[in-house]
């Protein structure tokens, strides 16, 4: 188990291990500062093939601790270089892992460096470099010849795909991507169609239209675009929806819910933990329902945890839940 993090105070990094113990618990956290001062991304993987998994991280450089079974000792792979993600990956398809990463030397040069490891030897550095600003890893086989290739994707109106050539170089591809305001993008690759060529999905964070996209790989470097969802589907949070007070009590509890269908007729459902309907009602728009924590029979209720379901649009709710405490009401 790995973790990363700043000590704000002193602007130092650290990362810690805690090796687990086989019986839901994990031994006390061993921490290790950082050679450099700045900490960008984590990979895992056994490097030198003694069966033990191996950390590679990239701060100023790219620095490996290698485990020994009760410890880690260190290798700077890559000299200081402002060094972004990294992938820990069989680049070159010979059985080991290999590291690659991408380093940003101002304006628009990204580096990419490909770390061929070689056993015994540490890692032998090849470097490339492209006009393409400096963005998050990540790696698929996107041609279909069982070696992996590179997308890249910043934020923004462009992505870098890198296709590996076999001899540690890679063949560029800038893709054209729509710009709709998004604050951060995040993507994935897999496989959405029934081709063997993996295709790669987008989402674009507070963007008002056009939240995700699946762009359609067709196994040469082009990609179809395609908007899943043309409006923004992110969901307000519960508490702005459905807000229950005062929670936990004895003496009953007033719902306060804002509808987006203010014109229409909703349902608000209250259920007991084992999914049984204790009562039904309908509201409209914003308001306040006052439940005395009885069912549609007027019985009361013992106490527990009930939950709250409201349909709002067609196909989508908004939950909640109270808390009745143990006094017989």
Not at 62 to 78: D, M, R
Not at 250 to 265: A, E, H, L, M, T
Request: with cysteine; net charge negative; glycine share 10%.
């Amino acid at each position: 188990m790995l973790t990363g993090f700043v000590e704000i105070s002193t602007n130092r990094v650290f990362w810690c291990y805690m090796y687990n113990l086989g019986n839901g618990q994990f031994s006390v956290p061993t921490y290790t500062q950082c050679v450099y001062s700045a900490y960008s991304g984590l990979a895992v993987g056994d490097f030198n093939e003694d069966n033990l998994d191996d950390v590679a991280f990239t701060i100023s450089s790219i620095q490996i601790y290698y485990s020994t079974g009760t410890g880690f000792y260190n290798y700077e792979a890559l000299p200081a270089s402002h060094c972004g993600g990294i992938l820990a990956i069989d680049f070159d398809q010979d059985g080991d892992i290999d590291l690659v990463t991408n380093a940003w030397e101002g304006g628009s040069i990204n580096h990419h460096y490909y770390l061929e490891n070689v056993p015994g030897n540490g890692f032998v550095i090849h470097d490339s470099y492209y006009e393409h600003y400096m963005g998050t890893l990540s790696s698929a086989d996107l041609n279909n010849d069982s070696y992996p290739d590179i997308v890249c994707t910043l934020g923004g109106s462009t992505f870098g795909v890198y296709i590996n050539l076999h001899n540690w170089t890679m063949e560029q591809h800038i893709v054209p991507f729509p710009f709709y305001g998004e604050h951060h993008q995040k993507s994935c690759l897999a496989l959405f169609d029934d081709d063997p060529f993996c295709d790669i999905a987008i989402a674009r964070d507070t963007a008002p239209e056009n939240n995700l996209t699946i762009l359609y790989n067709d196994g040469s470097g082009n990609f179809s675009q395609t908007p899943v969802s043309i409006h923004d589907e992110v969901i307000p949070s519960i508490t702005n929806r459905i807000q229950c007070y005062p929670n936990p009590s004895q003496q009953g509890f007033d719902i306060s819910y804002d509808i987006p269908n203010k014109q229409g007729v909703s349902q608000l459902t209250i259920y007991n933990l084992r999914g049984q309907k204790i009562l039904r009602t309908e509201v409209h728009g914003s308001g306040v329902f006052h439940w005395d924590g009885r069912d549609a029979m007027q019985n009361k209720l013992p106490s527990g945890v009930y939950l709250i379901k409201i349909d709002t649009l067609p196909g989508q709710s908004t939950t909640g839940s109270v808390s009745k405490s143990g006094v017989n009401w």
